[in-house]
């Protein structure tokens, strides 16, 4: 695939880095920017009681995991000296702090999940909200560089919330059962002690080494099914040219490479996550279960010890054994947190860039200027996003009250960019644009959203309301779309607008919300396209009724009659400003 082409489309791009795929220090950062907001809030209060509770719960079951294993001694010691009365009060004792145990772990899983929840509500609305604020979507989906932002605020952010929550109380559990168990086995005997560290060091190095390498597969596999994901609402999306096109056999091509992708790389993952996660502490398993045997069972054939001992040393050391599997075990979970994990934090990453961008850039970018009633270009020089192109160089004009005007020119020299530089879309350049208020302005794109929503909603966005169904009625009529709701079950009917309109359809849609919004400015791009000569002086007849002035930007002679002035664009940012006087200027 070309360069182009990974550019170009966001499902084959990847901005990850060797050092993005480790489990280090950098991963720890990046959980932590957007772990630590939640926790610092002021109304995270609930949830820091919460902590403490779990906290809490996992010393008092470290305290009775400890204590059963003093109970097993006992009953041990008893069940050999047949002493009854004995052996039945302390296997009493000892199956109340098992059971406390479950009661104490079900508690923690109960509060876990409570804050897990609000955590990720709140991450949600906090990414979603950042995402959205300073049309930060509109520049990601401009200048590219970060692959499925939906995938990422979706299923990346759920995956790290519910993998990565229980990690740090699983390492406080862990280590604190760690140093208890090590306590009780270095008063049974310091020789155990130290060859239960030393195995529980050799088990961590060749664990953190296996799994190292599966943080990179699994980047490679979330990658993978993004660009699946991608692949299958492209279809979706262009349903209708592909089937003009007869593309299924292009598109099948496409699609099988990448769910062959897909279950390639999740079968490496497999393959190689079991056999770090059952071969290795299979092995280790042998090891732990030889060791308390080895070291103690000659003390007790030499009667140092007795076999109530030796049954406590074995409890102790196996469950030592398992913490450490625990404590180790969080490098699973934390490897299949790591990927998801760097591409929440790429997309939080971007935040900053854009807003550190925005602020050093401050002096390099058009300045707008809300005033009633006021359009006006004062010396803007316009350019691409990226810099990379000049489009307009030093313009000046001011629309006078009741005058619209028309941009016109050959394709590629930039009138829809000076229209989204006029709705503040594009800043990048100097110059000021004077526009009215933002709720005072609408913009018709050549291809109208169409929300997933009833027809009313279709009418009334973006801004809603309380409006009358005769209103809306009215405006469907007024732009020749007089059965749209009667055909269609009527204002509250929800159905695929997007696909059950025509783009004509769609287009005159959008000029009935003008009608029912009742803007005092609209720019027009492209937006009577596919409709006929007819509607389309028809459609520009209604909106010269409701009183508003316009900006739009065509290539057909027929809108020249409704605008007073004509702006045309030339290649290298030159431009002429001339009055729509005689039939001769063509778009």
Partial sequence: MSEDTARLDPSVSS?????????????????????????????????????????????????????????????????????????????????????????????????????????RIWLTEWIAGRYLAGRVYYDIAQRGGLDNPDQRIQESLATVVFLFFGLPMQVVGAVGALVAGSAVLGSIDGRLALVVLTVSLAQSVATYLGYVPLVRLRYAAAMAAGNLRYGLARVHANAEAIAFYEGEPAERGRLHGQVDAVVRRDLIVTLFRRAVTDMAPLLFGIVWVAIPYLVLAPRLLAGEIDFGTLTQGIAVSTSVAATATALLGILAPLSGVAPHAVRIAQIVERFDAIEAEQVAGAGRRIEIERRPDTVALDGVSLETPGGEQRLVQALNLTMKPGENLVIVGRTGVGKSSLLRAMAGLWTRGTGRVVMPPAADCL??????????????????????????????????????????????????????????????????????????????????????????????????????ATGARFVSVGHRAGILEHHAQMLTLKLGGDWTLTPVSAASHQP
């Fill in 443 to 544: 913009f018709l794109p050549q291809r109208p959203y169409v929300t997933l929503a009833d027809l009313r909603t279709q009418l009334l966005y973006p801004h809603g309301g309380d409006v009358a169904d005769s209103v809306l009625l009215d405006a469907l009529a007024a732009v020749r779309l007089p059965d749209l709701a009667a055909i269609h079950g009527g204002l509250s009917a929800v159905k695929e607008w997007g696909q059950i309109l025509s783009l004509g359809e769609q287009q005159r849609l959008a000029f009935a919300r003008v009608l029912i919004a009742r803007p005092r400015f609209v720019l027009l791009d492209e937006a009577t396209s596919a409709v006929d000569g007819a509607t389309e002086t028809h459609l520009y007849r209604t909106l010269a």
């Fill in 15 to 119: 901005s990850a880095r060797k050092a993005d795929l480790g489990i280090n220090l950098l991963l720890l950062r990046r959980i932590a920017r957007f772990f630590v907001p939640f926790w610092t809030r002021r109304a995270a209060w609930p949830y820091w009681i919460g902590m403490a509770a779990i906290l809490g719960q996992t010393a008092l079951g470290t305290a009775l995991n400890l204590g059963s294993s003093y109970a097993l001694k006992d009953l041990t010691n008893a069940l050999t000296g047949r002493d009854w009365d004995t052996f039945q009060w302390k296997f009493l004792l000892y199956a109340a702090f098992f059971v406390g145990e479950l009661l104490v772990a079900g508690l923690a899983m109960i509060v876990t999940a409570w804050i897990t929840k609000g955590w």
